[in-house]
């Protein structure tokens, strides 16, 4: 084989080996009872065609790689924001692996979460045993302050209680009586990530402001001046969570965020693990009852707990991921209202260069067209972004964004003139987005990391600028809000914008008359 101590090959150019490719070629024609290639090629190209476009779009009982993850993925992210909190997940092992590694392989870093590893007898006589154990197991190895417990499709079929089998747990001395044990019900089989972020977080602030499960007085609430901030879902936490911090402190307005997993996503190696670094503490979570406000970064991340800040008496400000000049302006200046502090001039400097960014390379920005997917939060954001730079978002698809969301999106499209002729997709997948890139080509299109087989299908560019991003490292360092953020997604668009550019003008005395030194 060609593989040897002295000559260690690279798994890319290992396999195009001689000795490899005749490995292949025997396995296909010996055991994979193969359609002939010709035959491929043919469905191949018809699934191309706006006939199949037409079927694609009709059907109703499958989906065929939806552009969102489960419940509780949002759940582990929730309870990682939270100071030396673990998360608990009541169901099978094999789910939470899943968590972990999608979280490991997106921040580069370790995540910690726990499992009740319910197998087949939980499965058919409930999984209390499994609580009871898993919590002290838990409580007792890993030394956590707090343990915030949600669900996989398991416990909730056969209908694990989650406030009784914790309280179970707690009588049996898995834990003691008044530790604190947050939890959610987050059932994989509705909903996305984003519902599981939202009920996660909803479960820890009932948990402290609603009296602990009931077992103590309900906190009463003192308005105060501070302002709450939730960020919602976001892959780029670690890089956006300091810099909103960075803007609070520039105008010097008291705040809680609430929900802050940038610190554990992004430990320094120095010979010392931290299981647990940085979140929103228990006395931050009790004293964020008494704001005055809850500034809710993405609308649709949060919905039944923006519901219930104002149930407890909030002023709550519902954004949609704000991004570029127009999304941060209207940040700051909802600030500003919420505080009676001004916007300082060190801002308006940065506004000022992001202005002048947009100026300088508009030009070659202006009329492409692109594609994108993702969370709808977050696909509001971008399309706003992308209206404002003078591109046209051609295809704007979320496979959990609702009607609501679509009408939102529509409303930019009909305020931008280069919304005209753009479309929005709620509840589609990636396979009808495949559809709309052969049938309606782009320029761009704006996704993750599963976009890349997107990217190699349909010829078009791919921009990586959306949870999870596996086959790139530390993007999700550098901040994407603020002014400071919209001039690192300006550059990322840019950058790709030029990479194209080249690869196509780049044959000599054939198309290298566009080959410019000066872009």
């Not at 669900?151 to 089998?165: P, Y």
Request: glycine residues 8%; aromatic residues 10%; hydrophobic residues 40%.
């Amino acid at each position: 084989m060609p593989q040897n101590a002295d000559n260690i090959l690279d798994h890319e150019n290992l396999f195009r080996q001689p000795e490899y490719v005749a490995l292949f070629e025997n396995k296909k024609a010996d055991f994979e009872f193969s359609v002939p290639a010709d035959k491929v090629q043919t469905i191949v190209e018809w699934t191309k065609s706006k006939e199949y476009q037409e079927k694609n779009f009709n059907r109703e009982a499958l989906t065929v790689n939806p552009a969102k993850a489960c419940q509780p993925l949002g759940a582990v992210f929730a309870a990682n924001g939270f100071a030396r909190t673990l998360s608990f997940v009541h169901g099978s092992q094999g789910c939470v692996a899943y968590y972990r590694s999608h979280f490991s392989r997106h921040f580069k870093e370790p995540t910690s979460c726990v499992s009740s590893s319910m197998t087949e007898d939980a499965a058919v006589f409930g999984g209390l045993n499994n609580m009871i154990d898993g919590l002290g197991n838990a409580y007792n190895l890993y030394k956590p302050e707090m343990i915030a417990v949600s669900t996989t499709c398991m416990a909730e079929v056969i209908g694990d209680d989650l406030d009784a089998f914790i309280k179970n747990a707690k009588q049996k001395g898995s834990v003691p009586a008044d530790y604190d044990v947050p939890f959610a019900h987050t059932p994989a089989f509705v909903g996305s990530h984003i519902t599981g972020y939202d009920n996660a977080l909803l479960g820890v602030l009932k948990h402290f402001w609603d009296g602990k499960a009931k077992t103590e007085p309900a906190l009463e609430r003192v308005p105060n001046e501070s302002i709450n901030f939730i960020g919602g879902f976001d892959g780029f936490v670690v890089g956006n969570m300091p810099e909103v911090k960075r803007i609070f402190k520039a105008m010097g307005i008291a705040n809680t965020v609430l929900c802050d997993p940038s610190e554990v996503w992004n430990t320094p190696t120095d010979g010392r693990f931290r299981m647990f670094d940085g979140g929103t503490t228990k006395d931050e979570i009790k004293d964020a009852l008494n704001a005055k406000a809850t500034l809710v970064f993405q609308q649709f991340c949060a919905e039944k707990t923006t519901k219930y800040l104002r149930e407890k008496g909030q002023e709550v400000v519902a954004l949609n991921h704000p991004m570029g000049v127009t999304g941060t302006d209207r940040f700051l200046m909802e600030l500003s209202r919420l505080s009676g502090k001004p916007i300082p001039p060190e801002l308006e400097l940065e506004r000022g260069r992001l202005v002048d960014a947009i100026a300088d390379s508009q030009a070659h920005l202006h009329g492409k067209k692109f594609a994108l997917y993702g969370d709808p939060d977050m696909m509001l954001g971008l399309t706003q972004f992308l209206l404002e730079l003078g591109c046209e978002p051609t295809h704007v698809l979320s496979t959990n964004g609702g009607e609501e969301w679509a009408g939102k999106v529509q409303a930019l499209f009909d305020a931008s003139p280069f919304g005209k002729g753009c479309k929005v997709y709620p509840k589609r997948d990636l396979w009808h987005m495949r559809s709309l890139l052969f049938t309606e080509p782009v320029d761009f299109l704006i996704g993750n990391t599963y976009g890349k087989y997107l990217e190699r299908d349909c010829g078009v560019p791919l921009i990586r600028l959306v949870f999870p991003i596996f086959d790139r490292h530390h993007y999700h360092r550098m901040p994407i809000w603020g002014y400071e953020g919209a001039m690192r997604v300006l550059v990322m668009i840019l950058d790709e914008f030029f990479e194209t550019l080249d690869a196509n003008t780049i044959v000599p005395a054939k198309t290298d008359y566009s080959y410019d030194i000066i872009r």
